[in-house]
């Protein structure tokens, strides 16, 4: 795909020069100089006045003929060359012609008046009067002719390729294009009105490559489309025409096509003529007083009806839509306006005979079916075509005195990206608009930025949220894990979790008392109490503070058998990290809630396994000597002594009774495989707990 170009860079439209008169046998026209054979661009081109033609590709000019003289020739729009009256285009005063052949012409397929004979040739063709400021194409089709059918020469504006016996060739408006010397296949037109300004008369108007910004009613505009990419036929839709007389005269309105209901119809300034259906032009006839003149096929209008239709001085009204059906209710159409003098056109020789003149009315019947509005229905409409994307634009024209200065509007193809400003474009539809190709461009342009702001706003938010993370990440303090919030003592491999107890004398990481006392394994930190606390998680039940089973403990200073002043001198008993017990070690059971792990105040005792007991040993003389601890309460237990009892029967049964204490949670009887052990009732545990001079051997919970 060949890139885009840019709008600014392209050439700008190039508006014909109008010779400022009216001509034609058929009417007043306004006409456009053109020069033909300028070889070198030093003025020796041959200047000819022609009209414009929407259908035909080639430039027409005539040439010499017995049936015209120089009076004639003028006013075929033939000008002085070599200080003499021209009698056509003449090919032997030209330094670039080259003969082609005799081929026929590319008449309009409307056309019904036979073929007409034309000699081709290629020749240097440029706009307006020769002059070295002409612009000039070379080797273009040029055909001249002699025949009175086509009295004027014509500039065609068709992109139509030119056959002849040599091939084909792409006509002057797309070599024009091509060549870069206009932005597009495209053009502008409006006929002209003589009748305008007081009959001073508007020219026409005709620019290549765009239109006149200033001769169109854009809020009126409507957009149609051709038939397809090689049917160029500009056709339209005529939903109705009406009659529409001066208001003082008469307040009726008549439709001409009350019966049609709407027709198709093909824009054509090839010829003056509307080609309407049968009954239409029976309605005109009928409404304007028109009389068929045989001998020419003109309607024509005499004195009386021409006095009546001036009286009524109505306008007719030409509603043009895209499809011939299109109802009233429609707001996709656009309405031309022809007042009465625009129909209002003489014709002449060789139309008539001789030298005469006659007045008639714009109107035929179609001979083939094929319906036309013709050179004198432009004169009050501006018609805007660009080939490049295959529509075309029908607008009212804009007439003022005086007229308001020239506005050049270009129209860009499809590969040209738009201007940095977009100019002034054709509207769209009856109630305003854009033109296609004006819209295609503007819809371009707004995708493509609002695609770079989005882009760009994507990359700026990345950014910026890059940038905000960096300056956190410096913003933020190093990251440190945070201790686990618990004391470890080694134990062999081991490590201990410490576990806060609701009846710990001291919450953790209280503050540091100024006294000593016993240190509860919290850091650096030591408990108020002497004695370590009592908690149901770490501190044996009370039920288990029994002689026989600490009786290999040594007592504290102030003697008795109490463990648990003797602060860190005792071992705990327990289950290894195997399970099993230590052999060799005393009977004890395992603590309830303490998970297999002794440790009382953060000292750890040693696991203490437990000897095999047969069923009927469960019996010790712990239960004696507190029966006679009742019988005779002055006789205190002798840890020591019991123990060695204990010891020096292994197999007699040690028992204890059932006591009425009621179990706590901390407090449940543990079950083991060779084990069971009963709480203590109160009065033992009392009596077990105050020593034999009557003092406690341990500190009494609350």
Known sequence: ????????????????????????????????????????????????????????PLTLVPSQASWCNPDCAAKRGAQIFDGSQSQGFDPEKSQSWKDAGIFNLPLPHWWSEGDINATYGSENVGL?????????????????????????????????????????????????????????????????ASYRNSNKGIPGNVVLGGYDGARIKMQNALNLTMPSDKNNT??????????????NVEANTFSFTSETKGFLATIDSTLPYLLLPDKVCDLFVERFGLQLDNGT???????????QNRQQNATVSFKI????????????????????DAFDLQASYPLTNGSDTIRYFPIKKS??????????FLQESYLVVDYDRSTFSVAPAVYSDPMPEQ???????????????????????????????????????????????????????RRRRAAQAATAAEAAPPYTEKPPEMDTVAAGSEIKSHRVSELDSEPPNSPRPSIGGYYDGRGAKESISPFPPISEMESPPAELYSPPLVASTPRSEGGGSDYFIAGGKLRQHGRNSSGNNTPGTPAAVELPGDDGKYQVGGVHFDPIASPKLSPAATHTKIDEVVARNEA??????????????????????LERRPSSHQRGLSDTTVQSDDTAVSAMTPEEMERWAMGNDNSPTRPLSE
Not at 297 to 307: C, I, K, N
Not at 321 to 340: E, G, H, M, W
Not at 367 to 376: K, S
């Open 1 to 56: 795909m060949s890139p885009r170009k840019r709008a600014d860079n392209l050439p700008k439209p190039v508006a014909l020069s109008p010779s400022g008169e009216f001509d034609g046998n058929d009417g007043r026209w306004s006409s456009f100089y053109v020069n033909i054979g300028d070889a070198d661009a030093t003025g020796r081109g041959q200047n000819f006045k022609v009209l414009i033609s929407t259908s035909s």
């Open 128 to 192: 307006g009067e020769s002059s070295k400021d002409s612009p000039i194409l070379t080797q273009q089709y040029v055909a001249r002719y002699d025949s009175q059918k086509l009295f004027m020469g014509s500039f065609g504006l068709s992109q139509t390729s030119i056959k002849s016996g040599t091939g084909s060739q792409p006509p002057f408006l797309v070599n024009f294009a091509g060549f870069n010397n206009i932005p597009s296949i495209s053009y502008g037109y409006g006929a002209g």
């Open 234 to 247: 500009l056709v339209v839709g005529v939903a109705s025409i009406l009659y529409k007389p001066n208001q």
């Open 297 to 307: 096929g003109l309607y024509t209008v005499s004195d009386q009806s021409l006095r």
């Open 321 to 340: 839509t895209k499809d011939a059906q299109d109802t009233t209710v429609s707001n996709n159409f656009t309405t031309i306006n022809l007042p009465y």
């Open 367 to 376: 001979r083939n079916g094929i319906f036309v509005l013709g050179r004198a």
């Open 407 to 461: 506005k050049l509007v270009p129209i860009y193809n499809k590969t040209t990206s738009p201007p940095s400003t977009t100019p002034t474009v054709i509207p769209q539809g009856g109630d305003g608009g854009l033109a296609p190709g004006a819209i295609a461009g503007i819809v371009v342009g707004i995708v493509v930025a609002f695609l770079l702001a989005a882009l760009g706003y994507f990359l700026w938010w």
């Open 632 to 653: 005779s309460p002055e006789r205190k237990p002798n840890l020591e002594k019991v123990k060695e009892e204990n010891e020096s029967q292994p197999g007699s049964p």
